[in-house]
């Protein structure tokens, strides 16, 4: 019995990895729409897909959260330019791994679980395309129109200032950082989870010593400050563009990059799931930069302390990206083969897997605020700010988890209406509700944070409400 689970696991796995099992290459019509067995297993697939992924994305937050230690000792101002900069960065960062990203993986992955190759390379090239156009729009609107921006999110003076040179060499290579996450995604989506990963654990080395080089200066190089920090985020994904790039278009890769004709089906695949998904994106963002505005009402401090706080969250979200491709391959790949309880039950198992993980830091965050905060600040006024909002927030991370895994279920089905509609809602009640918290019942940033813990908690639910309700359809009948 013990070696029949094993063979199971593994010809359940080789569907996300790209090998050709009978079902997952030209699948007999009566096996692909057979449904799957009870004991078909879920949870040995996702999480051998996704720890890797998980492993070297923590390492990618620490160094994220090492070069905020590095901001941190060039004062209040530089910390709160890095936090009025770091909502549009993890906006085009989840846009072109979570959005756009997400529709390539979402689109190979059940181009080859249909056993459609060749699709599966040309998708790589229609990728590459939407990296290069999306890519220089982020460049031209953050560098030509980014004082404007960061002044509306409540940016001034020396914090504004500090924006702005932070932020132009990061944008300045927009399109590079497009398509690192892209090529990334395009391999991800063929069960390549190794080469991403190994790009970012590579990342590490070149970043963390880098940051500090430029920022305070070492031996020849000079201290650029808080602008320092940007050019080493900008020198890494140089290389890491051009390391992807050969890599695709060797033969060892298991998708490559190739010359074809540009197809609108192709393009189609990708931007269906992803044009919803990068809404998606585009309002958790906006959403943390709308509140991002409102607690500047309060000053820097304020800024500072929120900023820090909100950086757990994207702790954990490099975590539940992990875990939500391994998801999105897996659903992918049997809705592909027309295995809808088989993808079904993916579906679920990962949201109560994402469930107890953010619910579990979350209530800790809470329990214990000044362990996270006081890595960043000894400011009294700020720790004060960021333990309002992990007190307050943190105990509903666990509908953030559920929801996130839930979203990756419906990008790798290509249902994501519903789900984006989810973080609709999210956004205005976090938004509009925190608003009129302050404004109309002088709630303070208590009442501020009770609303995003609101939003959080209707997101996650929303969702699963869709995936309960909504039938999900296989094979060649995709559609949203």
Known sequence: MAFEQDAKEDALLSLSYGE??????????????SPAGPDEPVIGPLLRLALPTIAVLIVQTLVSVAETYFVGHLGTNALAGVALVFPVL??????????????????IARAMGAGRKQDADALVLHAVVVALALGAVFSIGVIGGGHYLFEALGGKGEAL???????????????????VNMLSSALRGAGDVKTPAWVIVAGAFIVVPASPAFIFGFGPVPAFGVAGAGIAILIYYVLASV????????????????????????FSDILGVG???????????????????LVSVYGSDAI??????????YVLIPIMFGLGMATLILVGRNVGANRIPQARKIAWTSAAIGFFITETAGILAALFPGEWLRIFSDDPNVLATGTTYLRIVGPCYGFFGAGMMLFFSTQGAKRVLFSTLSGTARFLIASAGGFIAIRFFH???SGLFAMVAAATCA????????????????????GD
């Not at 992807?244 to 540009?262: D, H, N, T």
């Not at 929303?462 to 296989?474: D, N, Q």
């Open 459 to 478: 997101f996650g639910t929303l969702i699963a409400l869709s995936v309960w309700l909504r039938p999900w359809k296989g094979g060649a009948a995709l």
């Open 161 to 179: 200032e500090a924006a702005k040179q932070y932020s132009f060499f990061i944008f300045a290579g927009a399109v590079l950082i497009w398509l």
């Open 275 to 293: 044009g919803l998904s990068a809404i998606g994106s585009m309002q958790s963002n906006l959403t943390i930069a709308i509140v991002t505005s």
């Open 20 to 33: 050709a099992p009978a079902l997952a290459v030209a699948p007999p019509v009566a096996e692909a729409a």
């Open 243 to 266: 390391a992807l790039v050969l890599y695709v278009r060797s033969k060892r890769s298991s998708v490559r990059l190739i010359w074809c004709p540009l197809e609108w089906r192709l």
């Open 304 to 313: 500072a302390g929120y900023g820090i706080a909100s950086r757990l969250d």
């Open 90 to 107: 993890m906006l085009m960062t989840m846009m072109s791994n979570g959005g756009f990203g997400s529709g390539a993986s979402a689109a």
């Open 443 to 445: 709630a303070g940033l």
